[in-house]
């Protein structure tokens, strides 16, 4: 019944779509309407309201889908959602400043003149408006009314005109700054803790151990990784457009004709040219770059990119030759430029201000942040009395966001619904069942999602079969893959969602301001190239994922909350780094050999065991880095044939675990029934049992004999590979972090030899002190002392002398006085003749620092970042762990 319910489900949700029925009502009425009919039906059949749900009853599975309702806007670490109205906000202010109609023309006249010029000239100004607006209805609609006529009068192809508008139109779904991105980050996020907790189970069933190593877990993704992953994809596919509508003209130029500019290129040309594409550029550098370089979080990049689009509209709006056109642009630069040159001048913390320095800088920025508000009113003012603007844009993005969000909600309990049915476990089973592993599961995913786009939304594809899959494709351990790739290639798919017929939007917006000439047919045909090249994008991306993860990689290891360099995720890469620097040149057996020539004899036995220790652990942790590459080298051999029996193994112990499941759930049903249970139940339950444990038996026997043995000789391989290692980091480690605080002790020298003077004052406290007084100033001079690298013994003496004091033993605080002086005067000649080994420590250690030294190291250096970035832009196979 379970199965029944759950097909009726979908049937309701796809009636009430497929009758045009709202979106926001469709789902939500759907679980609604399911759950209501599964509690009346299990009340009146089975006397348990509870008895056709897959667990739990009604009342919880409502429950949930509140609690899912509530998340979306109560989670604090949900915020992502707030990006979406002031990006929509910025995206119809921009639509209805006109920019899309200048841009048009002024990229025609520029483009004219190559062959395919006015296709290629579209495709260019849709990445921009994609990279602005974002808003599909309005970019098709705008392009439509002023670069078809003009294609169709210059004899260009009718299917290759309707075509690239469309398409070209499309492109703010990927190209950041995009809503279905943020609804994807949303989505994933949810998705990333549930994939998580599902490899830590599988962890446990395959190892028993407890816990999972967190370099095998599942890391989430947020909205500005994702406008990162899809940036160079969203360039892929631009650049794909172009070359398909170049390679058309060239094959079939008079399909696609070049249309020389009639006017003059001149200064005034250029001029035009100028102030059309630099304030667009402007603002996309602005609000992308703000959160490539970390400045901005995705919600300020939002408020960034709608003030932005405010000011810009304050000068598009009104009629050109305007008195005062710039006035308001100009004040609101004017006040950026000077809050600028505050920030890099001077310290803008106004808790902190305490000089007159620093009243400057906060004067020059409440000057700064009062023009720029200045410039935000005076544009507002323009917007709202011009056409009342401001208010129509305001009007529009609170129904526009009401919708997506709305939907959110729906979605929420529409999720919960699927799950109360076991339509989760359902898809979970299916897909895992497939064979071919991951891939199949995923192009399956892609090409159900494809499917979908002929008849859904984009919101509803993401809100409702992203939450069920993605977990399942997230948690496989043999791809790996990250879940940032997984939404920009969902994104990617999703975007043909807009140029399939019948439904496509795209498809409809260009149908209903072509000319009549103009056949839907001829429409349907154009976007078929298209969507050929999406699916071909999709491909590329697909085979290569350092297109998406470089990036948010490349940004994450360069600012300043780059993970630091002991990260158990990096350690593999840190390793193959420094592989590499050792095959590049003989720096760190250099330094080692110098190191190797220092005479010791000046410092402590201590300190000089520890520096020759140190230097022979670099060399060991040098032979055991070889050591890694042996020991990987063997696990990746005995892969081969290991990792076949591997999956299989598996796959026939989770069917032996399922199987033990439904054996259990059976038994418990018959101990429950007692003695006095109907006899033909009993024996149909009894019957079952038997066939469930006859099956474990079978799928037992089809395990081979020999796995316990062959898998432990692999355990060996993979533990002696993580035995190199850990070897490696402790003496790579040693090698670098002992020598360090050796040097340390050699630098503190001046602060050493400064406490000479304090430590001989105070022999009249320990003379003649008395009381707290007394006791307070040797804690203080502890406190000096202790400062101070190195001087820790003659701290612990003066410890014991002020102990000895407090308890009034005035002769043994005396003597433990005089200890430790003279152990300040032994280390005071120790110091000074070991002054002279600081140079050859100093170039021992810049000698290693980047290699054997990087794990000691703060940070990341950029060259160490970059590597870092590339390296974990692959994804890893991590499936032989489990």
């Known amino acids: 019944m379970e199965l029944f319910f759950l097909i009726l489900l979908v049937v309701i949700m796809a009636t009430a779509l497929g009758s045009g029925y709202p979106v926001a009502f469709a789902l939500p ?5 399911t759950i209501g009919l599964a509690a009346g039906s299990g009340w009146i059949f089975a006397g348990n309201t509870e008895a056709y ?11 949930a889908g509140v609690t899912n309702l509530r998340g979306v806007y109560w989670e604090v670490e949900r915020d992502t959602l707030i990006a979406i109205p002031l990006f929509i906000f910025m995206g119809i202010m921009l639509q209805r400043s006109k920019i899309a109609e200048d841009l048009l023309v002024t990229m025609a006249r520029l483009f004219g003149p190559v062959p395919g010029g006015l296709g290629i000239s579209v495709v260019f100004v849709g990445a921009l408006l994609a990279a602005t607006t974002g808003i599909v209805g309005a970019t098709v609609v705008a392009m439509g009314l002023i670069s078809l006529p003009a294609m169709l009068r210059n004899n260009y192809s009718t299917p290759l005109a309707t075509g690239t508008i469309a398409a070209s139109g499309t492109l703010g779904q ?3 700054p995009s809503i279905v991105l943020i609804i994807l980050a949303d989505q994933l996020a949810s998705a990333a803790d ?3 907790t599902m490899r830590k189970a599988l962890y446990k069933e395959a190892t028993g151990e407890i816990s999972m190593p967190s370099i095998f877990d599942v890391a989430g993704t947020s909205a500005g990784e994702m406008f990162l992953g899809a940036f160079i994809p969203g360039l892929v596919l631009v650049g794909l457009y172009m070359l398909y509508i170049l390679v058309f003209a060239v094959l079939r130029p008079k399909a696609a004709p070049a249309v020389p500019y009639d006017g003059k290129f001149d200064f005034a040309f250029w001029r035009g040219v100028f102030l059309t594409l630099v304030p667009p550029l402007a603002l996309i550098f602005v609000v992308l770059g703000s959160i490539i370089t970390g400045i901005a979080t995705v919600n300020q990049a939002g408020a960034i990119g709608a003030a932005g689009a405010l000011i810009m509209a304050g000068y598009r709006l009104p009629e050109k030759g305007s008195r005062r056109l710039f006035a308001p642009a100009l004040v609101g630069l004017a006040g950026l430029a000077i809050i600028a040159y505050a920030l890099a001048n001077y310290e803008m913390n106004v808790k902190a201000m305490d000089t007159p320095a620093d009243q400057i800088g906060i004067t020059l920025g409440v000057i700064g942040t009062g023009l720029l508000l200045i410039s935000l009113v005076w544009s507002g003012i323009r917007a709202l009395r011009v056409e009342h603007t401001l208010q129509t844009v305001m009007l529009e993005t609170a129904k526009t966001t009401s919708l997506v969000f709305i939907i959110l909600l729906g979605a929420a309990m529409l999720t919960a619904a699927f799950r109360a049915f076991g339509g989760e476990e359902l898809v979970r089973e299916f897909l895992v069942s497939l064979p071919g592993g ?12 494809f499917l979908l786009g002929f008849f859904l939304d984009f919101i509803e594809i993401a809100v409702v079969v992203v939450p069920i899959v993605a977990p399942i494709l997230l948690a496989d351990p043999g791809a790996n893959i990250t879940a940032v790739w997984l939404g920009v290639m969902i994104g990617l798919n999703i975007q043909t969602s807009f140029l399939t017929p019948p439904f496509g939007f795209a498809l409809f917006y260009l149908r209903g301001v072509a000319p009549a000439v103009v056949r839907t047919l001829q429409i349907y045909k154009g976007v078929i190239p298209f969507i050929a090249l ?4 999709l491909s590329i991306v697909g085979s290569y994922p350092p297109l998406v993860n470089y990036l948010p990689n490349r940004v994450s290891f360069l600012s300043e909350t780059s993970p630091p360099p002991r990260n158990p995720k990096l350690q ?3 390793e193959d780094y420094v592989g590499r620097k050792f095959a590049e040149s003989t720096q ?3 330094a080692i050999a110098a190191a190797r020539m220092l005479d010791l004899t000046a410092l402590p036995k201590d300190l000089a065991g520890t520096v020759s220790e140190s230097i022979d652990a670099a060399e060991e942790a040098i032979s055991a880095h070889a050591g890694i590459a042996v020991a990987a080298a063997a696990v990746e051999a005995a892969a081969v044939e290991y990792r076949p029996q591997l999956i299989r193994v598996r796959s026939l112990e989770k069917q032996i675990r399922k199987a033990e499941a439904d054996a259990a759930e059976v038994s418990t049903t018959l101990n429950r029934m007692g003695p006095d249970g109907d006899a033909a139940t009993r024996a149909r339950l009894e019957e079952n049992l038997a066939r469930y444990e006859a099956e474990i038996e079978t799928l037992r026997g089809q395990i081979p004999a020999d796995w316990e043995e062959v898998h432990k000789a692999f355990t060996e391989l993979t533990q002696a590979e993580d035995k190199a290692r850990k070897t490696y980091r402790r003496a790579a480690d040693t090698s670098f972090e002992d020598v360090a605080e050796v040097l340390a002790v050699l630098h503190a020298n001046d602060a050493f030899a400064a406490l000479e003077a304090p430590l001989n004052d105070a022999r009249a406290i320990f003379e003649t002190g008395e009381g707290d007084a007394a006791v307070d100033e040797i804690k203080a001079l502890e406190k000096i002392v202790g400062a101070v690298d190195g001087a820790g013994d003659v701290k612990s003496a003066l410890s014991k002398a002020r102990r000895a004091l407090d308890k009034g033993k005035r002769d043994d605080a005396l003597e433990q006085y005089q200890k430790a002086l003279d152990e300040y005067a032994s280390q005071k000649a120790w110091r000074a003749d070991a002054a002279s080994l600081v140079p050859g420590l100093e170039a021992y250690l810049d000698g290693i620092k980047g290699t054997l030294g990087v794990r000691a190291q703060d940070r990341l250096t950029r060259e160490q970042a970059l590597e870092m970035a590339s390296c974990t832009a692959h994804h890893r196979d991590v499936s032989l762990n489990f």
């Open 588 to 590: 760190v057996t250099d």
């Open 438 to 449: 991951f891939w199949t599961q995923f192009i399956i995913v892609m090409m159900v999602i």
């Open 29 to 33: 009425g759907a679980a609604i309407i």
């Open 534 to 537: 999406q699916l071909i994008a």
């Open 572 to 574: 593999i890469c840190l």
């Open 53 to 63: 749900f897959h667990s739990g009853g009604p009342q919880q599975w409502l429950q």
């Open 194 to 196: 549930q994939a998580s």
């Open 174 to 176: 990927i190209i950041p």
